[in-house]
């Protein structure tokens, strides 16, 4: 019903920059929160940041502390796509990220969740090297 494609992992020096994007096709609604989460190798799967909205002029960003001021999360909504633009990347940072669809706009704490999303792209591998 939805296909989430990302895209733009790459090998980047500390300290550099990359913009992921999730290209979203199939049915989808005005009403939607986008994720993005991340999995470094033997770990589990880590909230990113997450943006919702209800409207083409009004929407909300949340982020990890481990990424805030230096991730931004973004969206085109003519093109159906969401972005994560990531600066002062660290080698920490280096893991397979994935967006993620939620149909349900409204949530307390439970948007930290894997679980709570509807859709999931492949990802893609971001490396930064030290």
């Known amino acids: 019903q939805v296909q989430l494609a990302e895209s733009g992992g790459g090998l980047v020096q500390t300290g550099g920059s990359l913009r992921l994007s999730c290209a979203a096709s199939?049915?989808?609604?005005?009403?939607?929160?986008m994720g993005w989460f991340r999995q470094a190798p033997g770990e589990e799967r880590e909230f990113v940041g997450r943006i919702s909205w209800s409207s083409s002029t009004t929407s909300y960003a949340y982020y990890a502390d481990s990424v805030k001021g230096r991730f931004t999360i973004s969206r085109d909504n003519a093109k159906n796509t969401v972005y994560l633009q990531m600066n002062s990347l660290k080698p920490e940072d280096t893991a397979v990220y994935y967006c993620?669809?939620?149909?349900?706009?409204?949530?307390?704490?439970?948007?930290?969740?894997?679980?709570?999303?509807?859709?999931w792209g492949q990802g893609t591998q971001v490396t930064v090297a030290s």
């Open positions: 993620a669809l939620d149909n349900q706009v409204f949530r307390n704490s439970d948007y930290k969740l894997p679980r709570v999303y509807d859709y």
């Open positions: 199939g049915r989808t609604f005005s009403r939607i929160a």
